[in-house]
C-alpha cells in the first residue's frame, strides 16, 4: 500500500498530540488537588418555615379552579353566538366560487364545535346534580 506524503503527515501529526495531550494530562493530575468537607447549616428563624397557629385557617385565595373554569363560560358561550351569526352572514354573503368560502367554513365549523362543548359542559353539570341527589336519598 503507498502512501502520499499528506497522509503521513496527519498520521504523524496526530500520533504527537496524542503523546503530548497525555503528558499534559499527567502533568495536570497531581497539580490540583480537591478535598471535600462537609457543610454544616444549621437552622434560624429566618430560615425556619413558618406554620401557622393550631386553630387559625390558613387564608386561600377566593377564586377555586372550578369557579375559574365555570365563570367566564357563560360570558363566553354568548360571545361565540355572536360569532357564528358574524360567520353565517358571511359565509351566505361569499360566492360559490371565492378562494375564502372553505376557510369560512372552517372556521363556523369551530365555533359550532366550541359551542357542542358548552352545552356537553352544562349536560354534564345536570349529570353531577343527578348522582348528588341520588346520594342524598340513599342517606335518608
Known sequence: MHKT???M?????????????????AHAAGKYTKKEEPVVAN???????????PGTESQQP??????????????????????IK???????MTPEGDPEKPELLFRLGQLYEEG???????????????????GQLTDI
Not at 498520521?11 to 495531550?21: N, P, R, W
Not at 377566593?62 to 375559574?68: I, K, Q, Y
Open 5 to 7: 506524503s499528506s497522509s
Open 9 to 25: 503527515f496527519m498520521g504523524g501529526f496526530i500520533a504527537v498530540s496524542l503523546i503530548v495531550g497525555g503528558a499534559s494530562d
Open 43 to 53: 437552622q434560624t428563624e429566618l430560615t425556619r418555615p413558618t406554620r401557622p397557629a
Open 62 to 83: 377566593g377564586l377555586s379552579a372550578r369557579g375559574f373554569i365555570l365563570g367566564p363560560r357563560d360570558q363566553v358561550q354568548a360571545v361565540n353566538e355572536k360569532q
Open 86 to 92: 358574524v360567520m353565517q352572514k358571511l359565509e351566505a
Open 116 to 134: 357542542a362543548r358548552y352545552w356537553n359542559f352544562r349536560a354534564r353539570e345536570l349529570d353531577e346534580k343527578i348522582f348528588e341527589a341520588r
